[in-house]
T-cell receptor, first 118, second 111 residues
Framework: EAGVVQSPRYKIIEKKQPVAFWCNPI?????LYWYRQNLGQGPELLIR????????DSQLPKDRFSAERLKGVDSTLKIQPAELGDSAVYLC????????????????FGEGSRLTVL | EDQVTQSPEALRLQEGESSSLNCSYT??????LFWYRQDPGKGPEFLFT???AGEEKEKERLKATLTKKESFLHITAPKPEDSATYLC????????????FGKGTKLSVKP
């Protein structure tokens, strides 16, 4: 079974440029997450989807970040314009369970997209 | 403030030297506590789920335990391939549930 697929793996851009990341979750996983992970830190949630609906986007900096999940499968995360502080690894994860299920924390992560903003 | 704290930040062991990693949490309505392993340049990999105090889970040289305030990840006779960052996460109550991660413990096992 294929795991969570993310692209690109690495991206280097100048500040103020736009960037987009793509994620394909595990087939059948209705819950999808985007996390940001800075060096030496744990992942921090940006947005969570249940199917097509964004159920938690409270930590998404909406002035420059946007996300979408078309047809409840693939998802894209966009940053426009990028700032120096956006340099991080952007992780996508999916889970079979969502909502208030105790197993909703059993996430399957992709390998991440490492963003460097110069 | 709801939070998850892991200690130590880094741990260096000799091969075969057993030890424990700690994850303490202050959240209301715990629904599950999760341990993940993260290798450099990779995404976290799920290891264990613990639901209630007193519960234990084992996998090879790893054993996770849970109390009302903290969890321990015990590593028995570690090998160099156990070197990784171990992350703890808690899922707790709310209208949709919330999952927060600790900062992790970086484990290095020397041969």
């Amino acid at each position: 079974e294929a795991g969570v697929v993310q692209s690109p793996r690495y991206k280097i851009i100048e500040k103020k440029q736009p960037v987009a990341f793509w994620c394909n979750p595990i087939s059948g996983h209705n819950t999808l997450y985007w996390y940001r992970q800075n060096l030496g830190q744990g992942p921090e949630l940006l947005i969570r989807y249940e199917n097509e609906e964004a159920v938690d986007d409270s930590q998404l900096p909406k002035d420059r970040f946007s996300a979408e999940r078309l047809k409840g499968v693939d998802s894209t995360l966009k940053i426009q314009p990028a700032e120096l502080g956006d340099s991080a690894v952007y992780l996508c994860a999916s889970s079979l369970e969502g909502g208030l299920s105790g197993s909703a924390g059993e996430l399957f992560f992709g390998e991440g997209s490492r963003l460097t903003v110069l | 403030e709801d939070q998850v704290t892991q200690s130590p930040e880094a741990l260096r062991l000799q091969e075969g030297e057993s030890s424990s990693l700690n994850c303490s949490y202050t959240v209301s309505g715990l629904r599950g506590l999760f341990w993940y392993r993260q290798d450099p340049g990779k995404g976290p990999e799920f290891l264990f789920t613990l639901y209630s105090a007193g519960e234990e889970k084992e996998k090879e040289r790893l054993k996770a335990t849970l109390t009302k305030k903290e969890s321990f990840l015990h590593i028995t006779a570690p090998k160099p391939e156990d070197s990784a960052t171990y992350l703890c996460a808690v899922y707790y109550g709310g209208s949709q549930g919330n999952l927060i991660f600790g900062k992790g413990t970086k484990l290095s096992v020397k041969p």
